[in-house]
């Protein structure tokens, strides 16, 4: 038979649950953004690797052909390059998935000093005010920095740095020289000092000595990407 004392002890034993659940609640509710922070974090920082590792193919594949030919799609850099009677392999497959944007697709940055002008001008800011050198043999970007020095000591690179990052953007079967995410979103980590994904293009270009390298933005001091050859 229930006593009247089994009846208080399972009532405070009741209590005593749905207390415990209301603090693991609220528990969970503060560590979520931490949580989500730090998720995020991570997909930023696998997201510059991968942005990295594209870029330091991009720079293969162009000293391969000598400065006259870039690549014009994914697949070209997927395919590797030829060496002897096979293929030296320059990109893995994981690399050609941005993990920041819905579709993974990556967008192609085309080769017009005009348009990379803003990110040069990041760069430029971010590193004390000078545009780092082209990875060597330098020669073969010279079409390419040469333009980029004159538009950036005129400031026209500052007049459109709001502009829509979209406009940036090539589709497969023309050539390109970097990669951006399709990604609008703030970021928790600074790439050059730029906390918005849809603004850091990893290509070839400037990457002069300490000038590739992550600052934090507002989380902890991430760790610097890969330095792939030639950078």
């Given at each position: 038979?229930?006593?009247?004392?089994?009846?208080?002890?399972?009532?405070?034993?009741l209590m005593?649950?749905?207390?415990?659940?209301?603090?693991?609640?609220?528990?969970?509710?503060?560590?979520?953004?931490?949580?989500?922070?730090?998720?995020?974090?991570?997909?930023?920082?696998?997201?510059?690797?991968?942005?990295?590792?594209?870029?330091?193919?991009?720079?293969?594949?162009?000293?391969?052909?000598?400065?006259?030919?870039?690549?014009?799609?994914?697949?070209?850099?997927?395919?590797?390059?030829?060496?002897?009677?096979?293929?030296?392999?320059?990109?893995?497959?994981?690399?050609?998935?941005?993990?920041?944007?819905?579709?993974?697709?990556?967008?192609?940055?085309?080769?017009?000093?005009?348009?990379?002008?803003?990110?040069?001008?990041?760069?430029?800011?971010?590193?004390?005010?000078?545009?780092?050198?082209?990875?060597q043999p330098t020669r073969?970007?010279?079409?390419?920095?040469?333009?980029?020095?004159?538009?950036?000591?005129?400031?026209?690179?500052?007049?459109?740095?709001?502009?829509?990052?979209?406009?940036?953007?090539?589709?497969?079967?023309?050539?390109?020289?970097?990669?951006?995410?399709?990604?609008?979103?703030?970021?928790?980590?600074?790439?050059?000092?730029?906390?918005?994904?849809?603004?850091?293009?990893?290509?070839?270009?400037?990457?002069?000595?300490?000038?590739?390298?992550?600052?934090?933005?507002?989380?902890?001091?991430?760790?610097?990407?890969?330095?792939?050859?030639?950078?």
């Amino acid at each position: 038979m229930t006593t009247t004392a089994d009846k208080n002890e399972s009532g405070m034993t009741l209590m005593a649950v749905m207390v415990f659940l209301t603090i693991f609640a609220f528990v969970l509710m503060a560590a979520a953004p931490s949580v989500q922070m730090d998720v995020q974090r991570e997909k930023e920082l696998e997201a510059i690797r991968r942005g990295e590792e594209i870029a330091d193919a991009i720079h293969q594949y162009f000293i391969f052909h000598n400065g006259t030919k870039l690549p014009q799609s994914l697949d070209d850099l997927l395919e590797g390059l030829p060496a002897g009677t096979k293929k030296r392999q320059i990109l893995r497959k994981s690399a050609t998935i941005d993990p920041l944007s819905l579709d993974g697709r990556w967008r192609l940055i085309q080769p017009s000093p005009d348009v990379i002008a803003r990110f040069a001008k990041r760069v430029q800011l971010f590193n004390n005010g000078v545009l780092p050198s082209s990875p060597q043999p330098t020669r073969f970007y010279d079409r390419y920095t040469t333009v980029l020095a004159n538009i950036l000591n005129t400031e026209s690179a500052t007049e459109d740095d709001d502009a829509d990052e979209e406009d940036m953007t090539v589709e497969d079967n023309i050539p390109f020289i970097g990669v951006a995410s399709q990604s609008q979103g703030r970021s928790v980590l600074a790439y050059y000092g730029i906390e918005n994904h849809a603004k850091w293009l990893f290509t070839p270009l400037f990457r002069g000595t300490g000038a590739n390298i992550i600052r934090p933005g507002r989380g902890p001091t991430a760790p610097p990407p890969p330095r792939g050859r030639g950078f």
